[in-house]
């Protein structure tokens, strides 16, 4: 089955950009999406992209695709201490043999002031 | 409710107890999630609901898990004989089950095993 893989954590300086990245295996793979996990609360969907783009950039947001290799990466701009959380990305085929969402690891991001 | 509601929020049980997890979507979503949190450990998918079509299971960890979705509404998800590897939190999630929708995820239960 599908497999997605992110490494557990980052730490950056307040103002500094992050970059999250994501492996996953099933070529197939149509949406790709990114939740954000603040501390006690539930996942929110950040951003998405959909498997035909190689970029999408929303505000301080930039989501890269690199299909050929299956990578995924979330870039946060001028990065701030309300942007630590854990970061999940998260891929789905519809259309294919499931629909469901399969979640990587979540990487947590602890910004320093 | 305007978001997907889960109860308890909080849960602690004595080791070999039953336990039922509830979790309201958000009304009109067709699709369904259960998730596992554990601590220091992504979501490890449980079980999905679509609709009218059979659950995909293939996440449930034993047969102690099962889950049910009553008039394609609100489900249940009930462990037997917990065990304290049991210990998580159980997150419920929900979406319109169409192409490139969000999944709203609710604030899930946290299950203590003793």
């Known amino acids: 089955g599908e497999d997605v893989e992110q490494s557990l954590f980052l730490s950056v300086r307040e103002g500094d950009s992050s970059v999250i990245n994501c492996t996953y295996t099933?070529?197939?793979?149509?949406?790709l999406y990114w939740y954000k996990q603040e501390p006690g609360a539930g996942l929110q969907l950040l951003t998405y992209?959909?498997?035909?783009?190689d970029m999408k950039q929303d505000q301080r947001l930039t989501v890269l695709l690199n299909k050929k290799d299956k990578h995924l990466s979330l870039r946060i701009a001028d990065t701030q201490t309300g942007d630590s959380a854990i970061y999940f990305c998260?891929?789905?085929?519809?259309?294919?043999?499931?629909?469901?969402?399969?979640f990587g690891t979540g990487t947590l991001l602890a910004v320093q002031p | 409710g305007a978001g997907v509601s889960q109860s308890p929020s909080n849960k602690v049980t004595e080791k070999g107890k039953d336990v039922e997890l509830r979790c309201d979507p958000i009304?009109?979503?067709?699709?369904l999630y259960w998730y596992r949190q554990s601590l220091g450990q992504g979501l490890e998918f449980l079980i999905y609901?679509?609709?009218?079509?059979?659950?995909?299971k293939s996440g449930l960890p034993s047969d102690r898990f099962s889950a049910e979705r009553t008039g394609g509404s609100v489900s249940t998800l009930t462990i037997q004989r917990t065990q304290q590897e049991d210990s998580a939190v159980y997150l419920c999630?929900?979406?319109?089950?169409?192409?490139?929708?969000?999944?709203?995820f609710g604030q899930g239960t946290r299950l203590t095993v003793v």
């Open positions: 009304s009109g979503h067709t699709a």
């Open positions: 992209i959909f498997s035909n783009m």
């Open positions: 609901f679509q609709g009218n079509s059979a659950p995909d």
């Open positions: 999630a929900s979406s319109l089950g169409h192409q490139n929708t969000e999944a709203f």
């Open positions: 998260a891929v789905t085929d519809y259309g294919g043999a499931t629909n469901k969402l399969i």
């Open positions: 099933d070529s197939s793979s149509t949406y």
